[in-house]
T-cell receptor
Framework: AQSVTQLDSQVPVFEEAPVELRCNYSSSVSVYLFWYVQYPNQGLQLLLKYLSGSTLVKGINGFEAEFNKSQTSFHLRKPSVHISDTAEYFCAVTIPNLFFGTGTRLTVIP | GAVVSQHPSRVICKSGTSVKIECRSLDFQATTMFWYRQFPKQSLMLMATSNEGSKATYEQGVEKDKFLINHASLTLSTLTVTSAHPEDSSFYIC????????????FGPGTRLTVL
């Protein structure tokens, strides 16, 4: 069955520390991969996307993600987080409709 | 950019009334728009795919007679929650495909519906 899994529902991290938010997917077809961020009571904002080409994708706000086909993963990383990065992060995959993971709440601690 | 707006941002209504939510793509044309529902602290669930000039495609378990979708133009889709009940209270988010061949969806800011 096709699915998107975000293993961590909550990730607390201190300010200026690095962070990795994990995403794994299962699909029998080629996919496009996305990371979205949702701030409280707001819609989703596209952080970055992987369509093809280089497996390392850079997005907005200093985030990047790496597509690993063999591990079917698309983990999101940032080398140094800020307080303003506190939000809900969703991994999404087109299989073929956009299918979302359950989200990871990133909390940056001062 | 690719801006999608929703109106209203918040609505409170009485049980039994109908509520219309608008979704507009402001700077691009969208032949396909999507409607999602998000329960508190949960992910987004696709309700339906709205196609300009044709009937919407509803996901399994979504009542098409309750959630009426109209995609009358390339920049506007509406979702009408008919005979709303408290269990319809939720965060409704629309998105639009920019038709640039990348399958990228751009999301509106969402509408918080509260049914009393």
């Amino acid at each position: 069955a096709q699915s998107v899994t975000q293993l961590d529902s909550q990730v607390p991290v201190f300010e200026e520390a690095p962070v990795e938010l994990r995403c794994n997917y299962s699909s029998s077809v080629s996919v496009y991969l996305f990371w979205y961020v949702q701030y409280p009571n707001q819609g989703l904002q596209l952080l970055l996307k992987y369509l093809s080409g280089s497996t390392l994708v850079k997005g907005i706000n200093g985030f990047e993600a790496e597509f690993n086909k063999s591990q079917t993963s698309f983990h999101l990383r940032k080398p140094s987080v800020h307080i303003s990065d506190t939000a809900e992060y969703f991994c999404a995959v087109t299989i073929p409709n956009l299918f979302f993971g359950t989200g990871t709440r990133l909390t940056v601690i001062p | 950019g690719a801006v999608v707006s929703q109106h209203p941002s918040r609505v409170i209504c009485k049980s039994g009334t109908s509520v219309k939510i608008e979704c507009r793509s402001l700077d691009f044309q969208a032949t396909t728009m999507f409607w999602y529902r998000q329960f508190p602290k949960q992910s987004l669930m696709l309700m339906a795919t709205s196609n300009e000039g044709s009937k919407a495609t509803y996901e399994q378990g979504v009542e098409k007679d309750k959630f009426l979708i109209n995609h009358a133009s390339l920049t506007l889709s509406t979702l009408t929650v008919t005979s709303a009940h408290p269990e319809d209270s939720s965060f409704y988010i629309c998105s639009a495909n920019r038709q640039d061949g990348t399958d990228t969806q751009y999301f509106g800011p969402g509408t918080r519906l509260t049914v009393l």
